[in-house]
């Protein structure tokens, strides 16, 4: 698996101390299932208008995923699940969803706010 620090600069991860501390909790709170950071990307589609560029994300054996997921309430197919099915506790779904603020079962189109803002404003 990738080291996280070294998918951003240490400028981004010096200027996200909150992924840091999100990261730690979810370690703390289950230490059983790998946690790393992941960039926004794609899942800007999914996203509301205050997601971080950098997202912490888990893993899930079951998916053969080692990273990158960060709704804990959608499936990998962005179908609506309760956390259980990742085995997170609901203290921690919500926790990551507050940080995150990635939802793709609530944009199953890729209509997010996030990624509309950025398709009004055109090429950067």
Same mark, same amino acid.
């Given at each position: +698996?990738?080291?996280? /620090?070294? %998918?951003? $600069?240490?400028? %981004? #991860?010096? &200027?996200?101390? =909150?992924?840091?501390? @999100? #990261? %730690? !909790? +979810?370690? =703390? +709170?289950h230490p059983e299932i790998t946690w790393t950071f992941f960039?926004?990307?794609d899942y800007d589609q999914s996203a509301e208008l /205050? &997601? *971080?560029?950098?997202? @912490? $994300?888990?893993g899930s054996e079951h998916? %053969? !995923?080692? +990273?990158? #997921?960060?709704? *804990?309430y959608s499936d990998i197919f962005g179908v609506a699940c309760e956390p259980s099915h990742w085995n997170l506790s609901e203290e921690a779904a919500q926790i990551l969803v507050a940080y995150n603020r990635v939802f793709l079962s609530k944009y199953p189109c890729f209509d997010g706010p996030r990624y509309l803002a950025i398709q009004a404003s055109g090429p950067v």
């Open positions: +698996m990738t080291n996280p /620090d070294e %998918q951003f $600069s240490p400028e %981004q #991860l010096e &200027a996200t101390p =909150k992924a840091r501390e @999100v #990261l %730690q !909790l +979810m370690q =703390k +709170m960039p926004l990307g /205050d &997601a *971080p560029d950098v997202q @912490v $994300s888990f998916e %053969q !995923l080692d +990273m990158g #997921l960060v709704d *804990p």
